[in-house]
Structure formats: C-alpha cells, structure tokens
C-alpha cells in the first residue's frame, strides 16, 4: 500500500479557515486519495475521497496536486466539533490502511 | 440517515473466553469489514467480507477469529480465546459495493476489555 505522510498534529481557530496537507509521492495512477476523521471516543468517519480533480462537499474541499503526489483537505470555517484526528489514506486495494493522521485541535 | 451499529458498545471478558461482538452494517451494503484500535494507536484492519466469504485478511486475523454473516442483517466477529492483547476498540465497516471510488461507513465501535 502507497504510503502517506502527514504533520503529527495542527492547530487552529474557530471560524478560520483550516488546511490539512498530506505528501503521497509513491502514489500510484489508480489509487484515490480518501479523508476520514475520528472524533474522541468515536469511528472513523468519512470526509471526501478525489482521484485527480478538487472535490468539495458540505464537509469539505480536497485540493489535488497536478502530480498527485500531495493533496490538502480544506476545512473552510473549523468549529471546535471539526476537533479530531484526520487520516489521509491511498486506497489501492479492499481495505483503508489507516496512518496515524493528524490531530486538529480548535481554539475558541 | 442509515447507519452502521454495533453491539454492545462494551464487553469485558476473561482471559480464554469466546467473545462475540455483532454489528448491523446499513441494509443496501455488499462489502464488510472489521478494524481494531488499541488504545493510543493505529486504526487496523482485520478482514474484509463479500458474498460470504472472506475476501482479504492481515495478519492479526489468525485462526483465533473468525466472521459471520449469519442471517443476511448481522456481521459478527468472534475471538475464540481472548488473550489480554485483545483488549481494543473493534470497529466494523460497510460499503455499497467494492470500488476505489467509494466510502465506508463506520459503526461506533464496541469497546473489548480482557481482563
């Protein structure tokens, strides 16, 4: 599985914009990049999944590098309920290999 | 919204005991999956599930457990002899259907505790 790389932890303030980045240089042509978080004591939980292009939903925008090689998760005004760890993840086969993500803390 | 749920939210067995732990993935989904999380680390995958059978496993899915689908709504995971490293987070998971271009759902997790 293509591996991913990302900061262990960032911090923000509420209602300002939040820019999660991930490297995945190895990726390969068919793997798609996905975003889940997990909140405290909860699952992990989809946020957006891209293959080449930007994607935006009600959650989010997952910006795409030309080379695919790096993508952001864009969190356009955080709340202290988007407190969580963010995992970036290549799915290239049946199954989410979860990193150790990013923890996101929000400051009031 | 349709939803993945997971019983109970918290077992405590004893060492050498069989545990079951039982999930309803969401009614239209054709792929399942068990993860583990032990506390303070990594989200681990343990097996994947079509058509029943087992479709992919790692290598912490050793012979001591075993999955079901044994009346077409619920998904169980049974460890036969609970060792203490057991003790984790297991979640299960469901997706529509099998594709790189889709999501999983994530149930809330039953909390095992070997003591």
């Known amino acids: 599985d293509a591996k991913t790389t990302q900061p262990n932890s960032m911090e923000s303030n509420e209602e300002e914009p939040v820019h999660l980045p991930c490297n995945h240089s190895?990726?390969?042509?068919?793997?798609?990049i996905h975003w889940y978080r997990q909140l405290p004591s909860q699952g992990p939980e989809y946020v957006i999944h891209?293959?080449?292009s930007n994607v935006n939903n009600r959650m989010a925008s997952l910006a795409i590098a030309e080379d695919r090689k790096s993508s952001t998760l864009i969190l356009h005004r955080a709340t202290l309920r988007d407190a969580a760890v963010y995992y970036c993840i290549l799915t290239g086969g049946n199954k989410l290999v979860f990193g150790a993500g990013t923890i996101l803390r929000v400051k009031s | 919204e349709p939803e993945v749920t997971q019983t109970p939210s918290h077992q405590v067995t004893q060492m050498g005991q069989e545990v079951i732990l039982r999930c309803v993935p969401i009614?239209?989904?054709?792929?399942f999956y068990w993860y583990r999380q032990i506390l303070g680390q990594k989200v681990e995958f343990l097996v994947s599930?079509?058509?029943?059978?087992?479709?992919?496993k790692s290598e912490i899915f050793d012979d001591q457990f075993s999955v079901e689908r044994p009346d077409g709504s619920n998904f169980t995971l049974k460890i036969r002899s609970t060792k203490l490293e057991d003790s984790a987070m297991y979640f299960c998971?469901?997706?529509?259907?099998?594709?790189?271009?889709?999501?999983?759902?994530f149930g809330q997790g039953t909390r095992l505790t070997v003591v």
């Open positions: 009614s239209n989904h054709l792929y």
């Open positions: 891209g293959l080449t």
């Open positions: 190895t990726i390969s042509g068919t793997d798609y």
């Open positions: 599930f079509y058509n029943n059978e087992i479709s992919e």
């Open positions: 998971a469901s997706s529509p259907r099998w594709s790189l271009n889709t999501e999983a759902f």
